[in-house]
Structure formats: structure tokens, C-alpha cells
């Protein structure tokens, strides 16, 4: 599904290989736990990259490539881009409210084990499914409602695209003191 805002793209390496995901999930947050404990994946999105954090993973390399892909084909440009991603690994009480995503050229997101979930924006709202990618222009207010109660985690890979200019404006807002979690694509 195509939309001049957004891109809704399905990935059959995740739905073919959805209890592999799973399980790369789980041994990826057992890592970010160690080197993160008692912190949310979520909210430490600033602090590494869900792409390092998985290294060893043939699963997450293939992964990646096909969000490079993506990426490459919805802002449709040559210039330098930078990948942030995180794991967001949510108890039902944890999913995420109203928010948007700032200096940045793209948002997106994959659904690994997104349960009966669906991500509402302001105009418009999509069905988390596996295997299910989206990706949409920044400052889109979005949040997720859940749709059936869920014991285990709710488990989806976000992004965020930077290009040089979102650098420098990081930058001015931060000084050094900005996040390490970008990666070349």
C-alpha cells in the first residue's frame, strides 16, 4: 500500500521465520539487558543500535538489507543516510502513547510479535500484523491501541532516517552530546 505519507510493506523473511525472530529478539534484549539493565530498550533508542546489538544474526542482517531497501526506495535520494533502530519490547502496560518523531527524513517500523495491535496516526491507522513494515514521513503523531489483552512482550523494530542536515541540527541541539546509535545505509 502506497500513500504520498507513508509505505505499508509486508516482509516474508520475517513471516517465514517468525519463531526465529522471536527468538533473536529474546537473545537480543538478554544483551541489551547487559549491557542496560533494569532500562527500556525503548527509551535508551539513543544508546545503540538494534543492528549491533544483534550482530552474529543471520536473521537481523537480512533484515536489515530489506529495510536499507525500503528505506532507499520511499525518500528517493542519493545522498549520505544514517539508520537509528531500536527493539521496542512492550508488557501490554508499556506500549507507547502519543508521540511523534523529530529531526529525521523518515519513521518507521516492523512488526516482529505485534499481538492484536493496531498503530493509530491522526488520519489514518494501520493493523500491526508480522512481517507487516511501515514507513512514513517524520512528525506524524502516531500511538499503538491494543485491541485483545496480551501476555508476552510486544515485540517491533523502529527506525528513524537521518541525513546530513538532521546531523547538523542534531548537532546545534546537542553538541557532542548527541546519541551513537546511527548506522550508514
Same mark, same amino acid.
Given at each position: /500500500?502506497? &500513500?504520498?505519507?507513508? !509505505?505499508? *510493506?509486508?516482509?516474508?523473511?520475517?513471516?517465514?521465520?517468525?519463531?526465529?525472530?522471536? /527468538? !533473536?529478539?529474546?537473545?537480543?534484549?538478554?544483551?541489551?539487558?547487559? +549491557? $542496560? #539493565? &533494569?532500562?527500556?530498550?525503548?527509551?535508551?533508542?539513543?544508546?545503540? @543500535?538494534? $543492528?549491533?546489538?544483534?550482530?552474529?544474526?543471520?536473521?537481523?542482517?537480512?533484515?536489515?538489507?530489506?529495510?536499507?531497501?525500503?528505506?532507499?526506495?520511499?525518500?528517493?535520494?542519493?545522498?549520505?543516510?544514517?539508520?537509528?533502530?531500536? /527493539? &521496542? $519490547? *512492550?508488557?501490554?502496560?508499556?506500549?507507547?502513547?502519543?508521540?511523534?518523531?523529530?529531526?529525521?527524513?523518515?519513521?518507521?517500523?516492523?512488526?516482529?510479535? #505485534?499481538? @492484536?495491535?493496531?498503530?493509530? +496516526? !491522526?488520519? +489514518?491507522?494501520?493493523?500491526?500484523?508480522?512481517?507487516?513494515?511501515? %514507513?512514513?514521513? #517524520?512528525? /506524524?503523531?502516531?500511538?499503538?491501541?491494543?485491541?485483545?489483552?496480551?501476555?508476552?512482550?510486544? %515485540?517491533?523494530?523502529? +527506525?528513524?532516517? %537521518?541525513?546530513?542536515?538532521?546531523?547538523?541540527?542534531?548537532?546545534?541541539? $546537542?553538541? &557532542? @552530546?548527541?546519541?551513537?546509535?546511527?548506522?550508514?545505509?
Amino acid at each position: /500500500m502506497t &500513500n504520498l505519507d507513508y !509505505e505499508i *510493506h509486508h516482509l516474508n523473511l520475517i513471516s517465514d521465520n517468525h519463531k526465529d525472530f522471536l /527468538m !533473536e529478539c529474546i537473545k537480543g534484549k538478554d544483551r541489551f539487558d547487559i +549491557f $542496560f #539493565p &533494569n532500562t527500556s530498550s525503548t527509551w535508551t533508542y539513543d544508546s545503540y @543500535n538494534v $543492528f549491533s546489538l544483534t550482530s552474529g544474526s543471520e536473521f537481523f542482517y537480512k533484515l536489515y538489507y530489506e529495510i536499507q531497501k525500503i528505506v532507499r526506495g520511499y525518500v528517493k535520494v542519493e545522498e549520505p543516510l544514517w539508520l537509528q533502530s531500536w /527493539m &521496542n $519490547f *512492550h508488557k501490554k502496560e508499556e506500549v507507547l502513547d502519543w508521540h511523534d518523531h523529530e529531526c529525521c527524513i523518515a519513521h518507521g517500523y516492523v512488526s516482529i510479535n #505485534p499481538h @492484536n495491535t493496531k498503530t493509530v +496516526f !491522526e488520519d +489514518f491507522e494501520v493493523d500491526n500484523e508480522v512481517g507487516k513494515l511501515y %514507513i512514513g514521513k #517524520p512528525y /506524524m503523531k502516531h500511538k499503538v491501541v491494543i485491541e485483545e489483552e496480551f501476555d508476552s512482550p510486544r %515485540i517491533t523494530i523502529a +527506525f528513524d532516517v %537521518i541525513n546530513l542536515d538532521n546531523y547538523k541540527e542534531l548537532r546545534e541541539k $546537542f553538541g &557532542n @552530546n548527541i546519541n551513537l546509535s546511527h548506522i550508514p545505509i
